[in-house]
């Protein structure tokens, strides 16, 4: 579905090389006209960017170097850190990596995270911005990104994880945790399939609850219901609630 919509293109004549086979290899389109596509994920000497021609153009362009970035992420998110309890537990799988920035925040606090994201776009703006800020060594060679459906990996896994962490799309209603722009970026890009209470959510958080050893961690809207009902216990905050799931 993405092919269609999507091209790979260059933000300047030296990064065509590498943008051509970017899109030989995620079998997307090279173009030096990305405005007469939907989206385009712009190869530049900075990074890569995600283009969105939807009315007004929206850039998604992801920069996890920079210093302050990285020790704002080892002090900050408490109530992730305490979710998953990274003191205890440091072997975690993220179902839902999305942007890498959970998996980012959780390497910070010690943990080794595979992260899985299914769609190609997101994965390789993630992987690339992550690769990027890996130039000095740090945390985030704790972080593997991977390019697949969560479910496939889960149903084929050899070595359970201690933790199973996953961060759906809030519900198209709820107002989201992520940043406007950002957020319609997203939206117009994953569809309503990943925004949809009856997604595939309930499925995927089964298949953890089986998998994880120790516990599941789920983000949610703080509004929206638990998923299953009840959970062992939450931790809310304004807008987000964390709503953990030890096995018995
Ligand atoms: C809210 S975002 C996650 C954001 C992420 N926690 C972060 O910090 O950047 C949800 C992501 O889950 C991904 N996703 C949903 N279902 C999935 C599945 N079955 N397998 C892999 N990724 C999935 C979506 O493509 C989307 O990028």
New binding site residues.
């Given amino acids: 579905m993405e092919a269609k919509r999507i091209c790979v293109s260059a933000a300047t004549s030296d990064c065509e090389d590498r943008a051509y086979s970017l899109s030989k290899e995620m079998k997307l389109e090279f173009s030096n006209l990305p405005q007469t596509f939907e989206f385009s994920l712009v190869v530049s000497s900075s990074g890569f960017k995600l283009y969105y021609f939807g009315g007004e153009t929206l850039t998604l362009h992801l920069d996890y170097s920079q210093e302050m970035v990285q020790n704002r992420w080892k002090r900050g998110r408490i109530d992730l850190a305490r979710a998953v309890d990274t003191k205890k537990y440091t072997n975690v799988l993220d ?9 980012l925040t959780l390497a910070a606090q010690g943990c080794r995270v595979l992260a ?4 190609k776009v ?1 994965f390789e703006l993630a992987q690339e911005a992550i690769g990027r800020a890996r130039v000095e060594r740090g945390p985030w060679d704790l972080v593997q990104f991977v390019h697949m ?3 496939d990996y889960l149903r084929q896994i050899d070595e359970r994880p201690q933790v199973i962490y996953m ?3 809030f519900s198209l209603s709820k107002k989201n945790a992520l940043p406007k722009k950002e957020l319609q970026v997203l939206r117009a890009l ?1 569809g309503s399939k ?1 925004f949809d209470e009856k997604s ?1 959510v309930e499925s ?1 958080w089964e298949l953890s609850l089986k998998v994880a050893l120790n516990r599941v961690v789920v983000k949610r809207h703080a509004m929206e219901p638990i998923l299953g009902g009840k959970c062992s216990f939450s931790l809310t905050g304004k807008v987000v609630r964390y709503d953990v799931y030890v096995p018995s």
């Avoid at 179902?95 to 998996?103: M, P, S």
């Avoid at 899985?116 to 769609?119: A, L, P, Q, V």
Wanted: glycine fraction near 12%; proline fraction near 4%; aromatic fraction near 0%.
């Fill in positions: 179902v839902t990596g999305g942007l890498g920035r959970d998996a899985i994201e299914r769609s997101l459906d969560s479910a961060d759906p799309m994953l990943d595939d995927l």
